[in-house]
């Protein structure tokens, strides 16, 4: 959605367009997870322990504006879309590609429109769904992507839940503060991380104070598809 904004803003064919998601908790949805065996009682994204997914709901929405059309408003900015990709592993109707390949080429085609090398990257809000696969192959995509550097990443499911639909909006929220504020949150459940992710620097225990001006976030879902969006600092 955020992707598909930017596009419209950059190609004049929108002013400002209103970008997010939203999702609900149903009987229908939770019984399909079920069925796959993906959930769990808690959600320990890239932990050892780690059992399946939590389900949550909510809704998250941000402003995409012309740089131009929000200072003529005189609106606040609080942070720039630099760009997106999106890539298909073609693999399995619901699990990844265990070598993250789809994901990498998603966070590569970000990079790339956004004219930026990995090295410029000062922060990763990572999809970390907490099960086993989906984890693995994520810290499997961010290792093909940065290689041996190491990135603060942080993953926001443990505290509110996959919500599914507005998962990819809250990560961006989440982006937008980290960068206006300079403190990067931990990533909620993770007690003891799986030596299969041990190449991650993941935040865990405590909030980190880090200066972020550049932001990725990363999305995985069914059918092996993968989407990633890079953000400045405003």
């Keep these: ?3 598909l904004a930017a596009t419209w803003v950059r190609a004049g064919r929108a002013d400002v367009v209103l970008a997010g998601g939203t999702d609900l908790l149903c009987r229908f949805v939770v019984a399909g997870f079920n069925a796959l065996r993906a959930t769990a009682e808690v959600a320990r994204p890239f932990d050892r322990e780690r059992r399946g997914l939590v389900l949550g709901e909510g809704a998250a929405v941000v402003v995409v504006e012309d740089a ?7 609106a606040p900015v609080v942070g720039r879309f630099l760009g997106h990709g999106a890539a298909a592993d073609a693999v399995h109707m619901t699990a990844p590609d265990r070598e993250g390949r789809g994901a990498a080429r998603a966070i590569l085609a970000a990079l790339a429109d956004a004219g930026l090398p990995p090295a410029g990257v000062d922060l990763v809000s990572a999809h970390g769904t907490g099960t086993p696969y989906n984890d693995a192959m994520e810290a499997a995509a961010l290792g093909r992507v940065f290689e041996a550097r190491r990135v603060p990443v942080s993953g926001i499911k443990g505290a509110i839940g996959h919500t599914l639909g507005a998962a990819g909006a809250f990560e961006v929220v989440l982006c937008l503060q980290a960068m ?5 949150p931990p990533t909620v459940g993770l007690a003891s991380i799986d030596p299969a992710c041990a190449g991650l620097d993941l935040v865990q225990g405590a909030a980190r104070a880090h200066r972020v001006d550049v932001a990725l976030s990363t999305s995985s879902g069914f059918a092996g598809s993968n989407a990633a969006v890079v953000l400045g600092r405003a």
């Design 180 to 184: 206006a504020t300079g403190v990067v």
């Design 1 to 3: 959605a955020l992707a």
């Design 68 to 74: 131009g059309h929000a200072a003529r408003r005189g």
